[in-house]
């Protein structure tokens, strides 16, 4: 739920909300708009009215946060991270299955998290095989001529 749309199930007006949690109306009005986000704790204090709101979080933030998670390679379900540490050897690396060139999206139903080996290997495959559209066949062994 979106802070409008919790504010107004409430039957609250902005300035109403922003006594709740102690800011100036403007800064609801400005959450409401999408030009600032609620940090810190503000934000808590939102989400102590209403542990389901949907709100954003700073770029900033997100940017440090991610680097310290750790993600799954969806084919190799091995550990990877953007800053990979002694526990976790793979960077993470980010593939479009439809890609960008094909008008896929940036929408996080169109990434997979790879390792570096498997991110590779998906180039490597020709479309439809690369592109989650259908399963390789099963490479042969080395055959020796």
């Not at 009005?29 to 030009?35: D, L, S, Y």
């Not at 993470?92 to 890609?99: G, K, N």
């Not at 290997?121 to 080395?142: A, K, L, Q, S």
Request: aromatic content about 6%; overall charge neutral.
């Amino acid at each position: 739920m979106r802070i409008i749309e919790f504010r107004e199930a409430q039957g609250w007006t902005k300035a109403e909300l922003a006594r709740q949690i102690g800011v100036h109306w403007n800064t609801v009005n400005e959450w409401e708009k999408g030009n600032h986000i609620p940090k810190g704790s503000t934000a808590l204090r939102l989400l102590e009215l209403e542990p389901t709101l949907e709100i954003p979080m700073p770029a900033k933030e997100t940017k440090r946060l991610r680097r310290l998670e750790v993600y799954e390679c969806a084919d190799c379900k091995g550990p990877i991270s953007l800053e990979p540490e002694r526990y976790v050897e793979s960077k993470l690396h980010t593939h479009h299955i439809i890609p960008l060139s094909e008008d896929g999206t940036n929408d996080i139903d169109n990434i997979l998290y790879l390792c570096p080996g498997c991110h590779k290997r998906r180039h490597m495959n020709p479309p439809p095989y690369g592109f989650d559209r259908v399963e390789p066949p099963p490479r042969p062994g080395w055959v020796r001529s």
